[in-house]
């Protein structure tokens, strides 16, 4: 794998740590991981948009599995899936295969052998919550932007700006339990622009499983 450059803009996309291995002859990382929230999130507050966006990215973040499914288009359109089962166990399936990260260990799968690689603790940790964990209301500005539909399910939308964003910040779509079902952003990898969106479903399903390769 090529060297790999920080871009703490990304922090606030979860699919960013599957970007920085899928893509990562573009330089790109992300940035130190940050603590799981560990205090059950209260219920999310309909007319209080920061408070609701937080609460559902610390809902998220509490989740024991999840299906995400990211495509993004910019220099070049990348399409995959990524799988969680708590407490550390992630599935990359891409057009080059299925790859698997459990713990620290990324287990690079390739012409048919199976290579293990040794990656930084807690790497793709801090992706579990979409928003930094400390970040704080008085942090974001938040637009509520209406409800629509995401998948036949009706949502409240959003557009979250943050310090750590690019300054159109990002769309977010947050379902009736609270949880977040689509993120959108825009950004730039070494000078393209690019915008990915992520569908989040199959929340807390017992039937996800990650087996080491």
Not at 63 to 85: C, D, I, N
Not at 137 to 146: I, K, P, T
Not at 178 to 193: F, H, S, W
Request: a neutral charge.
């Amino acid at each position: 794998m090529a060297p790999a450059r920080s871009i703490p803009a990304m922090r606030l996309l979860p699919a960013v740590a599957v970007l920085s291995l899928l893509l990562s002859a573009c330089g790109q990382a992300p940035a130190p991981a940050a603590p799981a929230a560990t205090a059950p999130p209260p219920a999310p507050v309909a007319n209080d948009p920061a408070k609701a966006v937080l609460d559902a990215s610390q809902r998220f973040g509490q989740l024991r599995s999840f299906h995400a499914t990211l495509h993004m288009q910019g220099p070049r359109t990348l399409q995959a899936t990524m799988e969680f089962v708590a407490p550390d166990r992630y599935r990359l399936q891409t057009d080059d295969g299925v790859q698997t990260i459990i713990g620290d260990t990324f287990f690079l799968q390739r012409a048919g052998e199976v290579r293990q690689v040794p990656v930084p603790p807690g790497l793709l940790a801090q992706w579990r919550s979409p928003l930094p964990a400390d970040a704080t209301a008085a942090d974001l500005q938040v637009e509520a932007l209406g409800e629509e539909r995401v998948d036949g399910q009706l949502a409240r939308r959003y557009r979250v700006r943050h310090a750590s964003a690019a300054p159109d910040g990002m769309l977010y779509w947050i379902n009736a339990a609270g949880l977040p079902v689509r993120i959108e952003r825009q950004g730039q990898t070494q000078g393209n622009a690019f915008t990915a969106t992520v569908d989040y479903t199959r929340f807390d399903d017992p039937a996800l499983h990650i087996e080491v390769p």
